[in-house]
């Protein structure tokens, strides 16, 4: 067997459309595709409209950039994520201030922002004066974790007593809602960043897209990504990018999305396959689940308690001779090398927990076989060594 950790599932009309393309030639930035798909994306959202990019890190820059963040602000964002958040902010010309997570949902410890802007910022003309670096704090970047929902209530209600934005990066949390049961765009916050890259639920190749209920802020993300060109003509206002989707990236988009509720429902049990297993052994967990809203089980696995942590290297090596996909999870933006000066509260929850999150094969094309071999292999190291 050769099982995947996640991989495309291009069962629908992805061919059909991308014919379509060569036909029409509506190769590039222009075709009807690219508006299509943000359309889509702006309705499972909750906004009246989203642009489309050609990369979830890029759609992160373009919100942040949009909302006028840049040098010598900084973007509270979770060091457990993946490296694009952090980078992101860096690209904007901001700095990550990173926070520590908690341990009930692997998302941003609310209590622990409200504290550290309470002690170490002070009112400022935008956003709040960060005392010791005297830069200002302007965004709160809440991750959904693996899909996991957040309660933006909280957030929004922060973002108004400190006068902070938020830019949410749902890169893997499309279909997803809030704690309170809504879209993600329709909760007050500034926006929401989607990515499309291979790896996630759904794909169009590479490709993210900003959602946001603030119509002044999709034409400023529109207006950036597009080389700043006013009119027809050669006509340019600003220093911008060309961070466009292409409509060939939008006809998989597209296809794909037609297929989200299908997608989404084989994660969900695919997520309650590995939890049924994990509660099994006592050296496993499942992965959290928050209580409220709609997680989206971008990625399910189980997690470690054991004091043993060589013991997840030799379960990754194990599974990996058994020829299924098993890597190590993301390693946390304040341990990687361009980050290790970053601002950042101190890490106990982050530091213990990452070596202990083991993601399993889901892909939403995994056979009941393929995801059978998998809890077997599992159920037989844990059993043996567990
Ligand atoms: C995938 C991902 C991104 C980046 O998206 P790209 O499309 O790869 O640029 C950003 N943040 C998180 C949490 C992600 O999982």
Redesign the pocket.
Known sequence: MNIPLAVPNLSGREGEYLQQCIESSFVSTAGPFVGEFANRIADVSGTASAVVTC????A?QMALEGLGVGTNDLVIAPSL??I??ANAIVHSGAKPWLFDVSEDDWTLDLDLIADELERNTGPAERGRRHFESSACVRVIMP?MTLGASVDLDRYVELARIYDLHIVV?A??AIGGTDYQGRPLGASGVDAVCY???GN?TITSG???AVASADDDLIQKVSHLISTGRVGENYDHDIVAYNFRMTNLEAAVGLAQFEQLDVFLGRKLAIAASYAELASGFEALAPFPHPPKGKSVFWFSGVQYLGSDIDEVDRFIASMRTSGIDVRPFWKPIHQQIPYSDALRTPMPVTDRLWRRIIPLPCSTGITDNELNFTLEAVARFWGGNG
């Open positions: 990369s979830g890190t890029v992160l994520t993946f694009a958040t991750v990066d890169a893997a990515s499309f890259n996630k590479g490709g993210g």
